[in-house]
């Protein structure tokens, strides 16, 4: 019940930014289809403004991307033509291609992904409570391509420009700090890795919300604590412009591990007491 209690709060916080506004929808794409992102800028070799060479398709569109779909698996199929994801048959079981992130809204999009809506509406405002997937980073890349770039952000909630997820060589050492991917390694059973972005370099461990201990509360806000259980309030500090929504989506962590990261985590994080 507490969990669920938590929740609502959330969503009511992420209701209330949605209506205060968001990112401004990219342009439609200009250029040849298939062929240029909706800046005019060319895609890399082996792209097409519906796919990646990784795998990832997407529906609909300015680019009319349907027919790059197979087996007519657009997901929730748009009336107003918009963008959508495609997600034929074996997608969600593909280590390439996107799965329902485990806590909902991309609380924990794992390292090396970005988050975004699989079924954006051009006559709504971008929607914090609706970055639903999680996925490879291609899919950034394809939003982009189709003028959906507003509806794509990293993994640490900042606003996506489309900047490369950075790649680092060394893992710093932080005493209390567990950080992960690429060269920081993996985390023990229990905790996700989440947060790469190019705001911050290195991905944290944090408590996996799904499933949670009886009785702890995993989802909270920045300002409004409402975790238990030894944990505490922990959100990214991001760009100015995706703050606010990087706020409502806090995620309860043990309170040692979110002390030590609004301190020393490279980028910068908060930690709610």
């Given at each position: 019940m507490q969990?669920?209690?938590?929740?609502?709060?959330?969503?009511?916080?992420?209701?209330?930014?949605?209506?205060?506004?968001?990112?401004?929808?990219?342009?439609?794409?200009?250029?040849?289809?298939?062929?240029?992102?909706?800046?005019?800028?060319?895609?890399?070799?082996?792209?097409?403004?519906?796919?990646?060479?990784?795998?990832?398709?997407?529906?609909?569109?300015p680019q009319q991307c349907d027919d790059a779909c197979p087996d007519d698996s657009c997901l929730n199929a748009n009336s107003d033509g918009g963008l959508r994801l495609c997600d034929y048959p074996g997608a969600s079981s593909s280590p390439v291609l996107p799965g329902l992130?485990?806590?909902?809204?991309?609380?924990?999009?794992?390292?090396?992904?970005?988050?975004?809506?699989?079924?954006?509406?051009?006559?709504?405002?971008?929607?914090?409570?609706?970055?639903?997937?999680?996925?490879?980073?291609?899919?950034?890349?394809?939003?982009?391509?189709?003028?959906?770039?507003?509806?794509?952000?990293?993994?640490?909630?900042?606003?996506?420009?489309?900047?490369?997820?950075?790649?680092?060589?060394?893992?710093?050492?932080i005493q209390g700090l567990p950080l992960c991917g690429g060269p920081c390694g993996g985390c023990p059973t229990g905790y996700a890795c989440v947060g790469r972005s190019p705001l911050h370099p290195y991905s944290l461990c944090l408590n996996d919300a799904i499933p949670a201990p009886p009785d702890v509360t995993v989802y909270c806000f920045r300002g409004v604590n409402h975790c238990n259980g030894g944990r505490a309030c922990f959100t990214f500090k991001v760009d100015d412009a995706?703050?606010?929504?990087?706020?409502?989506k806090g995620i309860c962590i043990d309170q040692s591990i979110c002390e030590v990261a609004a301190a020393a985590l490279p980028g910068g994080a908060y930690c709610t007491p």
């Open positions: 969990r669920l209690t938590s929740l609502w709060y959330c969503a009511l916080g992420c209701v209330a930014l949605a209506a205060c506004g968001g990112a401004i929808l990219g342009e439609q794409s200009s250029g040849d289809a298939g062929v240029t992102a909706s800046d005019g800028a060319a895609l890399p070799d082996g792209w097409t403004a519906c796919t990646s060479p990784n795998g990832a398709i997407v529906c609909g569109g992130d485990p806590s909902v809204d991309c609380h924990e999009c794992e390292d090396g992904n970005v988050c975004f809506d699989p079924a954006p509406r051009l006559w709504m405002k971008p929607d914090p409570i609706a970055f639903i997937s999680c996925g490879i980073p291609d899919y950034g890349t394809l939003y982009e391509a189709n003028g959906y770039g507003a509806y794509v952000s990293y993994a640490d909630h900042s606003t996506y420009t489309g900047a490369p997820l950075p790649v680092e060589t060394t893992c710093p050492q995706a703050q606010l929504a990087a706020d409502q």
